[in-house]
């Protein structure tokens, strides 16, 4: 098992950046696929980015590319997404997940069995 524990929120203006970090408890953080996804008000979750057990594998919604970056660092036992160009419709609450696929980088919630608390980010305009 493994818990899962979001940072790096916040208020920014648009056009601006932030990084959210998720800490994953235990020693078996770098054999589960990660991903972040985000629920706005209102609105179903939806997938933001993915990255491989490996890190050799990456996946972003069509919304995010180019913007966002995902990447991990196992030896921390920690996942990130760099976020620049920041948007207003970027606004939700980000939450972090782990997957035991060992194959590719999930997109759906239902393949993901982990999920951390979550971290409000608010785009100002």
């Known amino acids: 098992q493994v818990q899962l524990a979001e940072s790096g929120g916040g208020l920014v203006q648009a056009g601006g950046s932030l990084r959210l970090s998720c800490a994953a408890s235990?020693?078996?953080?770098?054999?589960?696929?990660m991903g972040w996804f985000r629920q706005a008000s209102g609105r179903e979750r939806e997938f933001v980015a993915g990255?491989?057990?490996?890190?050799?594998?990456?996946r972003y919604a069509d919304s995010v590319k180019g913007r966002f970056t995902i990447s991990r660092d196992n030896a921390k036992n920690t996942l990130y997404l760099q976020m620049n160009s920041l948007k207003p419709e970027d606004t939700a609450v980000y939450s972090c997940a782990a997957s035991r696929l060992r194959v590719g980088v999930p997109a759906s919630g239902s393949n993901y069995n982990y999920w951390g608390q979550g971290t409000q980010v608010t785009v100002s305009s």
């Open positions: 990255i491989s057990w490996s890190g050799g594998s990456t």
């Open positions: 235990g020693r078996t953080f770098s054999s589960y696929a």
